[in-house]
């Protein structure tokens, strides 16, 4: 199949309710992982993370900064 080509209407697909899968608990497995953290507990600590880089990075130059005036 190219790109841009459609499913021809007798070959889609659809989900009823008679296929046992609730679409809010699968969208809900996506978005949390087998131990339970979820999307925003990752992206909270990769943030928490990005704050030490950028004090650590200011600090690096601020030194370098320091040195290159004396």
Do not use: W
């Not at 007798?10 to 992982?33: K, M, N, R």
């Not at 999307?39 to 909270?44: D, G, K, R």
Request: glycine share 6%.
């Amino acid at each position: 199949m190219q790109q841009g080509d459609t499913i021809p209407e007798d070959e889609e697909i659809e989900l009823s309710d008679d296929d046992g899968v609730d679409p809010f608990e699968y969208l809900g497995s996506l978005l949390q992982t087998e131990e339970g953290t979820s999307i925003a507990e990752v992206l909270s600590k990769v943030n928490a993370n990005i704050e030490n880089q950028n004090k650590i990075l200011i600090k690096l130059l601020s030194i370098l900064q320091a040195q290159k005036t004396a």
